[in-house]
């Protein structure tokens, strides 16, 4: 009755305006009357939906809370369709975009990347993009996540997640009521400050040979070993925009290092080989047997699924100031896109407080929105950790390193001989180990400066050696 009833007041306006203008037609021009009526407007035709792919990575509850996002966009959207391409890790959506098995118009992209991204034409800038959709992403987001993201003075793709490196902790392993009743080193309970001397407290009070638990793991690598460099004030490169060479040899980072591996050395505290063969690190925490670990916010929504598991978070230990490092992912727009337009909307809506909440509450991102990050879609006070604003937190205190795209080579290079640090038994010789890494990683962050050098050498050495004149001295 009520369509009945639109039809009906339709017609009636339809007919008075066209009274309406009959009569003015008739004043004007007696003549006129005769014309014809114009007709109706053309009916433009429907136009077909765009069609898009958002590619993303994560476990399968990570990327069912994107699904569920684009399944509201799909539906809301009258200008594009969009799917979903997901893979397991970042390692494997770089490896697909390498091999040019995957070119989605909007993906997630980790920092360590964006070098790749640029220069094989994967990236093209976003700022003015959002500016042209009025989207003040100053406002909303730390200065270090959008210059993490940025090059040439422009933004290439738009921050969405920020996860510091922290210590998870087994709270009935290292209990901190416990401990502060008997007077050892422990962080007040609403402290944003966990000093080294704490740590290593917490490391021999967890290790506890009766239960046959150990105090803590901290991956023997250049990322596990980075929070205790800097913190002591150190460096890992040579050069903040451009390196050459790490610069684990330095003497801070050199002392830095000593503090640190006075430590993570001592087997009785740490995870043995014999161990790490049986199970990872992970497994270990998970089965109440390990004090400590490091890790990212990830890890929040497998810990909780552990039955019987309290645990909690602390800030990467403090040495001399506080420093961490942490998974910066981005959002980025393919310029192969077949509509830099829909594409653009689409990462727009991605970063928009509703979507991003809505994903937060999944357990796994920290989101760079800082407007979500402090609101209880993240903390979720409910739920553990308790002190999840240590995530928030720690964030002013990560480490940026330099823009390259050589972390994987450089990494499979030099983490063995840095675990060695850690591993190796007998007195460790620092000095001549970090020269000879920081040396090594030159093959991948300096290759033609060192083959200079060698080059250079050799020519050094065969000027100094008696030249071969073809002659033997003899008597007579």
Same mark, same amino acid.
């Given at each position: 009755?009520?369509?009945?009833?639109?039809?009906?007041?339709?017609?009636?306006?339809?007919?008075?305006?066209?009274?309406?203008?009959?009569?003015?037609?008739?004043?004007?021009?007696?003549?006129?009357?005769?014309?014809?009526?114009?007709?109706?407007?053309?009916?433009?035709?429907?136009?077909?939906?765009?069609?898009?792919?958002?590619?993303?990575?994560?476990?399968?509850?990570?990327?069912?809370?994107?699904?569920?996002?684009?399944?509201?966009?799909?539906?809301?959207?009258?200008?594009?369709?969009?799917?979903?391409?997901?893979?397991?890790?970042?390692?494997?959506?770089?490896?697909?975009?390498?091999?040019?098995?995957?070119?989605?118009?909007?993906?997630?992209?980790?920092?360590?990347?964006?070098?790749?991204?640029?220069?094989?034409?994967?990236?093209?800038?976003?700022?003015?993009?959002?500016?042209?959709?009025?989207?003040?992403?100053?406002?909303?987001?730390?200065?270090?996540?959008?210059?993490?993201?940025?090059?040439?003075?422009?933004?290439?793709?738009?921050?969405?997640?920020?996860?510091?490196?922290?210590?998870?902790?087994?709270?009935?392993?290292?209990?901190?009521?416990?401990?502060? %009743?008997?007077?050892? !080193?422990?962080?007040? @309970?609403? *402290?944003?400050?966990?000093?080294? +001397? /704490?740590? $290593?407290? &917490?490391? =021999?009070?967890?290790?506890?040979?009766?239960?046959?638990?150990?105090?803590?793991?901290?991956?023997?690598?250049?990322?596990?070993?980075?929070?205790?460099?800097?913190?002591?004030?150190? %460096?890992?490169?040579? !050069?903040?925009?451009? @390196?050459? *060479?790490?610069?684990?040899?330095? +003497? /801070?980072? $050199?002392? &830095?290092? =000593?503090?640190?591996?006075?430590?993570?050395?001592?087997?009785?505290?740490?995870?043995?080989?014999?161990?790490?063969?049986?199970?990872?690190?992970?497994?270990?925490?998970?089965?109440?047997?390990?004090?400590?670990?490091?890790?990212?916010?990830?890890?929040?929504?497998?810990?909780? +699924?552990?039955?019987?598991?309290?645990?909690?978070?602390?800030?990467?230990?403090?040495?001399?100031?506080?420093?961490?490092?942490?998974?910066?992912?981005?959002?980025?727009?393919?310029?192969?896109?077949?509509?830099?337009?829909?594409?653009?909307?689409?990462?727009?809506?991605?970063?928009?407080?509703?979507?991003?909440?809505?994903?937060?509450?999944?357990?796994?991102?920290?989101?760079?929105?800082?407007?979500?990050?402090?609101?209880?879609?993240?903390?979720?006070?409910?739920?553990?950790?308790?002190?999840?604003?240590?995530?928030?937190?720690?964030?002013?205190?990560?480490?940026?390193?330099?823009?390259?795209?050589?972390?994987?080579?450089?990494?499979?290079?030099?983490?063995?001989?840095?675990?060695?640090?850690?591993?190796?038994?007998?007195?460790?010789?620092?000095?001549?180990?970090?020269?000879?890494?920081?040396?090594?990683?030159?093959?991948?962050?300096?290759?033609?400066?060192?083959?200079?050098?060698?080059?250079?050498?050799?020519?050094?050495?065969?000027?100094?050696?008696?030249?071969?004149?073809?002659?033997?001295?003899?008597?007579?």
């Amino acid at each position: 009755m009520e369509s009945k009833r639109r039809h009906a007041r339709r017609g009636v306006a339809t007919v008075v305006a066209l009274l309406g203008l009959g009569l003015v037609a008739t004043a004007c021009d007696s003549d006129a009357g005769n014309e014809p009526l114009p007709g109706p407007d053309p009916v433009t035709a429907p136009q077909a939906k765009v069609e898009l792919t958002l590619g993303v990575w994560g476990k399968k509850e990570e990327v069912a809370g994107y699904q569920k996002v684009v399944e509201d966009y799909n539906e809301a959207s009258t200008t594009s369709t969009v799917t979903i391409e997901s893979w397991p890790d970042r390692d494997a959506l770089d490896d697909a975009l390498r091999a040019g098995e995957a070119s989605p118009d909007v993906y997630l992209a980790s920092r360590r990347d964006l070098t790749f991204l640029r220069e094989e034409g994967f990236a093209m800038p976003v700022d003015e993009l959002l500016d042209e959709r009025s989207v003040e992403f100053g406002d909303g987001y730390s200065r270090d996540a959008l210059e993490a993201f940025s090059a040439d003075t422009r933004l290439q793709c738009m921050p969405f997640g920020v996860s510091p490196m922290v210590i998870y902790r087994n709270t009935d392993l290292v209990d901190l009521e416990r401990m502060s %009743e008997l007077e050892l !080193d422990v962080p007040s @309970p609403d *402290s944003n400050r966990f000093t080294f +001397d /704490e740590f $290593r407290a &917490a490391a =021999e009070f967890a290790t506890k040979p009766r239960k046959r638990s150990k105090g803590v793991y901290i991956e023997p690598s250049l990322r596990g070993l980075a929070p205790f460099i800097y913190s002591g004030g150190g %460096e890992i490169f040579d !050069d903040a925009d451009m @390196p050459s *060479s790490l610069a684990l040899s330095s +003497d /801070e980072s $050199r002392e &830095a290092l =000593e503090r640190t591996l006075e430590l993570l050395r001592r087997p009785n505290l740490t995870l043995s080989e014999e161990q790490l063969d049986k199970a990872t690190p992970l497994e270990w925490f998970e089965r109440g047997r390990l004090g400590m670990i490091a890790g990212y916010r990830d890890l929040v929504p497998e810990l909780r +699924d552990v039955e019987g598991l309290e645990f909690d978070v602390l800030p990467m230990p403090t040495l001399d100031s506080a420093a961490t490092i942490g998974d910066l992912t981005g959002l980025c727009l393919n310029p192969a896109t077949e509509s830099v337009t829909e594409s653009a909307d689409l990462l727009v809506h991605m970063i928009s407080d509703e979507v991003v909440s809505e994903l937060t509450r999944t357990g796994y991102l920290v989101p760079a929105n800082q407007q979500v990050a402090l609101t209880e879609d993240f903390t979720q006070p409910a739920l553990q950790p308790d002190r999840a604003d240590l995530f928030t937190y720690s964030v002013r205190s990560m480490r940026v390193p330099p823009l390259l795209d050589t972390w994987t080579p450089l990494q499979s290079l030099v983490d063995g001989p840095i675990a060695e640090l850690v591993t190796a038994p007998g007195v460790l010789d620092l000095e001549t180990a970090t020269a000879e890494i920081d040396q090594l990683s030159r093959e991948v962050l300096d290759p033609e400066g060192l083959q200079q050098e060698l080059e250079e050498l050799q020519e050094s050495e065969d000027a100094e050696s008696p030249e071969d004149s073809g002659e033997t001295d003899g008597e007579g």
